[in-house]
């Protein structure tokens, strides 16, 4: 779930020495938050479904033939497919219904000439390579694609 904590301290002021106490915590340490649904809904729009130059969400699909294994510190993917049908997109459907906590961010690639071994897909803020962020990262079993294959990724994302 996502969600987090929250410290609430307060510091008193002195009238009778023009001064403040000095901060104390109110009650306990840490008190959980709760992530509301709009709050939900609001993340999944802002981080999966946007396009808006100013706040744009990770719908751009890209894929590699590398078989590394995804790792957190990964910041692109290595080997990244550039050529032939093969370069990174925007997605061609991306949804996502209020009051659910599911985002779906899908493209269908037309392989404009052979691959071998692709396995492995990420999402980016942007189409290009130069300044970009990768925020998902999953490796599947190699598919071998000819000229004319098509390749369907279907992303379902979940927050928390």
């Known amino acids: 779930m996502i ?3 929250v410290q609430v301290k307060v510091n008193k002021y002195d009238p009778i020495s023009n001064n403040y106490t000095g901060w104390a915590i109110v009650g306990k340490p840490w008190y959980e938050n709760l992530l509301t649904n709009n709050g939900r809904d609001t993340m999944h729009q802002l981080c999966y479904i946007s396009t808006a130059a100013s706040i744009r ?3 751009v699909i890209a894929l590699s033939a590398n078989s590394g294994s995804p790792a957190a510190g990964d910041t692109l993917l290595t080997t990244e497919l550039s ?3 093969m370069v990174r997109a925007e997605a061609g459907t ?4 209020n009051g659910t906590n599911q985002s779906v961010v899908e493209h269908t690639f ?3 000439a052979n691959f071998t ?6 999402l980016f803020d942007t189409a290009t390579t130069d300044t970009t962020t990768l925020s998902h990262e999953a490796s599947f079993a190699s598919v071998t694609l000819a000229t004319s294959d098509l390749l369907k990724i279907t992303w379902t994302l979940n927050l928390g």
Request: hydrophobic share 25%; proline share 0%; no cysteine.
């Open 83 to 85: 050529v032939n049908g």
């Open 57 to 59: 969400g990770f719908g």
């Open 3 to 5: 969600g987090g904590l």
């Open 94 to 97: 991306k949804t996502h219904t």
């Open 117 to 122: 071994d692709v396995r492995l897909s990420g």
């Open 110 to 112: 037309t392989a404009n």
